[in-house]
């Protein structure tokens, strides 16, 4: 099986890069840690890998929006590289902050209109949230939630609610299977449409959407960290377990993406 090589991109604020390797390393991917500027500098060190992962974090402090400078920043520097990127049989993962910076670069929702059809935007309640949230996956052609029913992952933003510029778009993104991981009760197993009350869904995002992919499936962006529940001990109630899971629950995510190149 083709071991990949991810390129886990940093930036001024980037906090969760060492976990996101981790995370890649122990589901059989090499990582490598590569800052924006090293990047600018020679964009073709990008053709060496075959993923590449925005993890999260505070890049440029959130200044000005949530993700909007590092994004600004690719565009103007890297923009042919990450085109290349997203055109190509490769992977695109955005974890939270991530997530925010493929949102405004526009990736994870091209092909829905010419004009910017949806975003990420502040909390409901305007506040940072960190706890944990249960998840479901809709049908959908996401390389990274193949398999997966369900997840418990924790959340920490202040800027996550996903709103749609309006219902067409909504549905354009629902109908494709676009809409891929949604935030559900701790009892439900199946995605809704309708928008839950807190807490199930932390932040009144959209159809409680939690994440979203691109047409492919390729390119994938959410809000929760399944870098943060790859050790079973990471669930905050494992130590009532009888008995323990080889990995947590955010591990199959990074397991996908490394099979992905085995197929
Ligand atoms: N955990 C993160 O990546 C944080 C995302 C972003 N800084 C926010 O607060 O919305």
Redesign the pocket.
Same mark, same amino acid.
């Given at each position: 099986m083709a071991v990949p090589r991810v390129l886990i991109l940093r930036a001024p604020?980037t906090?969760?890069d060492e976990e996101t390797a981790f995370a890649f390393e122990a589901a059989g991917a090499v990582t490598e840690r590569v800052h924006v500027n090293r990047l600018i500098e020679n964009p073709k060190l990008a053709e060496d890998f075959q993923v590449l992962c925005l993890?999260? /974090?505070?890049?440029y402090g959130?200044d000005i929006a949530?993700?909007r400078i590092l994004a600004s920043q690719l565009d103007r520097n890297l923009g042919d590289m990450v085109r290349q990127f997203c055109d190509q049989d490769r992977l695109v993962l955005g974890?939270?902050?991530?997530?925010?910076v493929l949102m405004r670069l526009g990736v994870l929702t091209s092909g829905v209109r010419e004009t910017q059809p949806a975003t990420?935007t502040w909390?409901d309640h305007g506040r940072?949230e960190d706890r944990w949230v249960h998840l479901s996956v809709d049908e959908t052609p996401c390389v990274f939630l193949k398999g997966i029913d369900q997840m418990y992952l924790p959340?920490?933003?202040?800027? /996550?609610k996903f709103v749609t510029a309006d219902a067409e778009a909504l549905k354009a993104f629902g109908d494709a299977g676009r809409l891929a991981l949604r935030y559900t009760t701790a009892d439900a197993g199946q995605t809704s449409d309708e928008v839950l009350p807190f807490p199930s869904n932390p932040n009144g995002s959209e159809a409680n959407v939690a994440g979203i992919c691109d047409a492919t499936g390729r390119l994938f962006g959410l809000?929760p960290?399944p870098e943060r529940h790859i050790d079973p001990t990471h669930h905050p109630q494992w130590t009532r377990r009888t008995e323990q899971p080889q990995w947590g629950e955010g591990f199959a995510i990074f397991k996908n993406a490394v099979d992905y190149f085995g197929e």
């Open positions: 604020g906090n969760c993890p999260g /974090g505070f890049s959130d949530a993700g974890i939270c902050n991530g997530f925010q990420l909390n940072f959340i920490a933003h202040a800027e /996550g809000m960290h």
